[in-house]
């Protein structure tokens, strides 16, 4: 096999009914063994298992493909690709099904992609780095890395989340203030396009300016899942890494954690109470989220959900192998509490790095449930102004749902190290992010769920048309967190586009990324990047 057949292999198919079966014939520069390999395993509608397919984390969202495709390796994800082209079906792809929005389970769909057997982890010793299936879950990625080399990616707290839109998305987690976002350790990715005669090809694309597939590379640095084609695999290794031994590759994660939770009374929280703990909280982060801080080490994830959910809780880890670790918590929590009189509790653990990172720290209210997200960067703590809204809101009797509000999380540190045009993640300079957040059961529900959220979010940012404008305060949102409100005259009033609030200055690359890599606009959805023009 060639080098141009290594990085290029052109598999088709020739145009089948709607019905037919995947091909087996191959055109292209395909070897004997994987012309032999068997096709995807195809589902349809009849099929028992197709119900448990075409569902995702958001039970509001629930899709009617004509067919699934369970793939499991490459050479499987292009012929998927090359069929739905041929055919003219549109094709979306999905890995762990937990995309917030309806860009994978739509009815307007006809073949889904499915990714989650194609979930490996491993050294790839020919190109020095790690290799990562997208189907893989986070939890799996965690587990491989640090039990067979000792190493870890920066990325997500939910083990079940699917690498494959995590990292496309930049992906960022509790390590991430210390060792940067999941894509600044993106070495390569391996993708299935399609060219501008409809045939999907299998490209690599990595991190080497002389790359003449470079910009296909920086595309998967945060510009999302479902824009340029479908992606295979990821190599990831830190860009200072010089050694060619695996363990010294990507970022080793400490031994031991402080696992702490903070839980606060929320029916003795005044509204002045509230004001100081939140204040307190956005003030410590703008004091200690620079690069390099004794805290890098420290990531919280703040959970503020209606008063009927009783507590407030705070989950905080933080670098458990620091000689000064017990007094960094104490005076991080000190500082949280300074003025608050509220009574709280405290429990305090230390873990085993990897025990620590397998418990999700997110709240169990989507799975199988109907949900709403939407976000926002915070460039600097809230002003009392919103500190306000978000009490009233949260306190409110009009609404009635224990598991509406905030989850505020920590940011910054050596994130805020990269420039925000070396990769497609623009926002490098904010302190947290902040994710608005309901769900709820009843189908007959959805109206005043989703009027809630939506007019808490707009009241937040008021000042700017209704969404989160990148100024003083703000810095847009964060395509993982996708919310097609944004793109929506009714709630986005600020004159500013959707595509700004995600992607900012890096949107018109992103196009002249989409031009040449997706030219007929195969793979799109309500917020993809938009062909140029």
Same mark, same amino acid.
């Given at each position: ?140 990625? $965690? ?138 909280? /956005? ?7 620079? *690069? ?30 620091? *000689? ?27 873990? *085993? ?45 009009? $609404? ?18 990269? *420039? ?27 109206? /005043? ?85």
């Amino acid at each position: 096999m060639t080098d141009q057949s290594r990085r290029k292999l052109l598999l088709g198919a020739a145009v089948l009914p709607v019905a037919a079966a995947v091909p087996t014939v191959l055109r292209g520069t395909a070897t004997a063994a994987e012309a032999a390999e068997p096709p995807a395993t195809v589902v349809t509608p009849a099929d028992r298992r197709y119900a448990d397919l075409v569902i995702g984390s958001n039970a509001r969202f629930v899709a009617t493909p004509r067919q699934v495709h369970v793939v499991a390796s490459a050479a499987q994800v292009v012929r998927s690709v090359q069929y739905a082209v041929d055919a003219g079906l549109k094709v979306v792809v999905r890995s762990g099904g937990h995309c917030s929005e309806d860009f994978v389970h739509s009815p307007s769909n006809q073949v889904v992609i499915d990714l989650s057997e194609l979930n490996e982890t491993g050294y790839d010793p020919a190109r020095g780095a790690f290799f990562v299936e997208p189907g893989a879950g986070l939890g799996e990625v $965690y587990r491989t890395l640090y039990k067979k080399w000792g190493v870890t990616v920066p990325a997500g707290l939910t083990p079940t989340v699917g690498a494959g839109g995590h990292v496309s998305g930049g992906g960022y987690g509790r390590w991430s203030r210390l060792h940067g976002s999941s894509v600044d350790h993106l070495h390569a990715v391996e993708v299935v396009v399609v060219d501008a005669s409809g045939r999907a090809e299998l490209v690599t694309a990595s991190r080497r300016p002389s790359d003449p597939n470079h910009d296909l590379w920086w595309a998967h640095t945060g510009g999302g899942g479902g824009n340029f084609g479908v992606v295979t695999k990821y190599w990831f290794r830190s860009p200072d890494a010089t050694s060619n031994d695996p363990t010294a590759l990507l970022p080793s994660p400490p031994a031991t954690v402080l696992d702490s939770l903070v839980r606060w009374s929320w029916p003795d929280m005044t509204r002045d109470a509230f004001r100081r703990l939140l204040r307190n909280h /956005g003030r410590w982060h703008e004091r200690n989220s620079a *690069p390099g801080s004794p805290y890098a080490g420290l990531y919280s994830l703040f959970t503020v959900l209606r008063k009927q959910s009783g507590v407030l809780d705070l989950n905080t880890t933080l670098d458990g192998t620091r *000689p000064d670790a017990d007094r960094l918590l104490a005076d991080y929590l000190a500082a949280l509490n300074d003025g608050v009189g509220v009574p709280f509790t405290h429990d305090v653990r230390r873990d *085993p790095w990897l025990m620590s990172s397998l418990l999700s720290r997110t709240p169990d209210t989507f799975s199988g449930t109907r949900a709403k997200v939407k976000a926002s960067y915070l460039r600097k703590a809230m002003p009392d102004r919103q500190l306000d809204i978000g009490y009233d809101r949260l306190t409110g009797t009009d $609404y009635d749902n224990p598991v509406g509000g905030w989850l505020i999380t920590s940011y910054g540190g050596a994130v805020n190290t990269v *420039p925000p045009t070396a990769t497609a993640l623009a926002q490098r300079d904010s302190i947290n992010k902040i994710v608005y957040m309901t769900s709820w059961t009843d189908p007959a529900e959805d109206a /005043g769920h989703l009027r809630w959220i939506r007019e808490f979010y707009r009241e937040m940012h008021a000042d700017t048309g209704g969404v989160p404008v990148p100024g003083e305060l703000h810095d847009g949102s964060y395509i993982n967190y996708a919310d097609v409100d944004l793109a929506d005259p009714a709630w986005n009033t600020s004159g500013v586009p959707w595509s700004t609030l995600y992607y900012k200055g890096n949107y018109p690359r992103l196009q002249r990324v989409k031009a040449r890599w997706d030219p007929r606009d195969v793979f799109n959805h309500a917020l993809s990047v938009r062909l140029p023009g």
